[in-house]
C-alpha cells in the first residue's frame, strides 16, 4: 500500500496521465508530471519505482519519445483494500453530514468528502450498499449560521484578529455591539458557539454563531493565554454555557428513569449512588443552571432536584408556570 493518501492521490494521477500519453502519443516523464503536479521530480521518480516494484506495474521508459508507457495494455492498478469497519465508518461519517445541510460546513465537508472519493478506486474490499438501509444517522436540529459571519469568524480564529459583531440576546430583540478577541470554535446539540474574550465583559464569554451579524474583521491582533485550555475551560460545565461559581448538584432519579440514567456519561465528575429501593442519586458539578434545568425538567416527575437550593426554586417556578398554561 502507499505510504498515505497524498502518495495514493500521486499514483492515480500519475497512471492517468501514462494512458493520457499512450492514447495522445506524447507520455509523460518525471519532469513533466511533476511540474503538473507540483511536486520536484525525485518524488515523481520515488512514485514510479514504488509502482514498478511494490505493484508490479509493466511500467518502461520509451526513448525515442521520452516517455514512460505500459508495455501491457490491459494492466489495472491494483484494488484499494479496505476493511468492514473502515468502510461503514466512512460512509457513516458521510451519513452524519446531513446535520449541517444548510450550515456554511457543509459544503466544504462534502468538498473533502468527494476529494476522498477520488483518490478511491472503483473497487474496494467489501461491498457497502446495504448501509442506506440498514444503518443510519438522524439528523439533529440545527441553528441557522450567516455564511457571511461564518467566514470572518474562521478567519479571525486562524489570524488571531480581533471581531467587532452585533450579539443578540435570546429574550432580547435589541442587538449589542460586541469586541471580542475569538478563541474557539465548537460544536454543541446543532449549533455552534464561539468562546470569545469579550472587551466589554472583560472575561471570556460564550457566543452563539446563529445569533452573531454585521461581522467586521479588524486588524488588531491578540494572543491566545497560555493558560486557556479547552478542556479545562468547559470541566464544571454541564452543556455549553458556563458561569463563575461552581454548583453541586444532585438529582434524586425514581427507580423508572434510573436504568436509562446509569447508561450514560452526563458529566467527566459525575457520582452515582444506588439506592435498595431501585433510585439513584446523581452527582455532578456545573458553573451554569440554564442547561441542567432544561434537562431537568425533560424528565418531568421521574427526577427530584436535591441540590442546590437555587435550583431547586427554578425547577418549581418552571413546572408551576407550565401548569398554569394549562388552566
Known sequence: MPENKSQLARLLFIDEQIRQGMNSGRLPNCSSLAQAYEVSSKTIQRDLDFLRQRWEAPLAYDPQRRGYHYTQENYGLPALHVNEGEMVGLLLA???LEAYRNTPVHDSLMAVFQKLADVL????????????E????LP???????????NLVCRALQLSRSLYFDYR???????????????HLTHYQGAWYLLAYCHSRRRILTFALSRISKVELQDRTFLVPEDFKLADS?????????????YQVDLR????AAPYVVERIWHPDQGIQSHQDGSLTLSLPTTDLIEIKRWVLSWGEEVKVLAPEKLQEEVKRSMAAALDSYR
Do not use: C, M
Not at 234 to 246: A, D, E, H, M, T
Not at 253 to 256: D, P
Open 94 to 96: 458521510r451519513q452524519g
Open 121 to 132: 478506486p472503483d473497487k474496494v474490499s467489501v461491498d457497502a450498499a446495504w448501509l442506506g
Open 134 to 137: 440498514r444503518i443510519t444517522v
Open 140 to 150: 439533529e436540529q440545527h441553528a441557522i449560521i450567516d455564511p457571511d459571519s461564518w
Open 169 to 183: 440576546k435570546p429574550r432580547d430583540p435589541n442587538a449589542g455591539r460586541r469586541q471580542a478577541d475569538p478563541y
Open 234 to 246: 468547559r470541566r464544571n460545565s454541564f452543556g455549553i454555557f458556563q458561569g463563575q461559581k461552581v
Open 253 to 256: 432519579f425514581n427507580s423508572s
